[in-house]
């Protein structure tokens, strides 16, 4: 199995960026995508980008041509660029991991705040 860290969340004003990290560890050869999902204060947790083990990179609207979803394979760590970035956003960041197979259940980090101000 495996297990994931996010860090990089924070507070930023509306027009700014962070960059999400996903460190993973564990047995990563069996990791099929990873995906970065998000749940605002009485919302539902949505999907915001994926990547998969191929490198295909999926966006959900709200996001494109703002996030960009990446991997740093040397360090078994996925990120998540976030630019201009909107009150909208303000959400508890989570990463995923999904398994090859589905060998065993879909695993989560910890999550991280992120709180852009307007």
């Known amino acids: 199995q495996v297990q994931l860290v996010e860090s990089g969340g924070g507070l930023v004003q509306a027009g700014g960026s962070l960059r999400l990290s996903c460190a993973t560890s564990g047995i990563i050869f069996s990791i099929n995508a990873i995906n970065w999902y998000r749940q605002a204060p009485g919302k539902q947790r949505e999907l915001v980008a994926g990547i998969t083990r191929g490198g295909t990179t999926n966006y959900t609207e709200s996001v494109k041509g703002r996030f960009t979803i990446s991997r740093d394979n040397a360090k078994n760590t996925v990120y998540l660029q976030m630019n201009s970035l909107k009150p909208e956003d303000t959400a508890v960041y989570y990463c995923?991991?999904?398994?090859?197979?589905?060998?065993?259940?879909?695993?989560w980090g910890q999550g991280t705040q992120v709180t852009v101000s307007s």
């Open positions: 995923a991991a999904d398994s090859r197979g589905g060998i065993w259940p879909r695993t």
